[in-house]
């Protein structure tokens, strides 16, 4: 199994980058874990709602370049569907039943995602109503395919 994250900005806190990197080796016993950043667009405070559009677009476009065909695309979205962990193991399980070998996640920049990323995802998902900073999403993703890898072998785990 191949997840990629495609993610908008760098990590810029040492703490989320060492929590991504101590997830990313967990889950290397139970698949290849890519992680593809595209930069970010800097967003002036009280940007007018055409400029955030514009800087969505570029965002978007950027994204959108590193999307294969072969991806099964899931776009983290305050709109998408909520799981919890079981249901979200059983739903990734699910997928690759069905023949998705390679799932993408997409996490935004800071304005969210544009239209053209949220139409190409096949589904959109939510792990939460709260905003949270970027490289903590990421670890919080990381977490939860991990938790999902353990839960599907019938492992132990947190509950």
Known sequence: MKYTILCVGKLKDKFFADAVKEY?????RYG??????VADEKTPEHAPAAL???IRKKEGERLLKHIRESMYVMALDLKG???DSVS???HLSEKM???NSHIAFIIGGSLGLHPAVLERAQE????????FPHGL????LLEQLYRACRIQKGEPYHK
């Open 24 to 28: 990313g080796k967990r889950m290397s």
């Open 81 to 83: 569907r909520e799981y």
């Open 88 to 90: 979200f193991a059983e």
């Open 97 to 99: 039943l069905q023949g």
């Open 124 to 131: 959109t998902v939510c792990f939460s109503r709260m905003t």
């Open 52 to 54: 955030e559009e514009q």
């Open 137 to 140: 999403m990421r670890v919080i």
């Open 32 to 37: 290849k874990v890519e992680i593809i950043e």
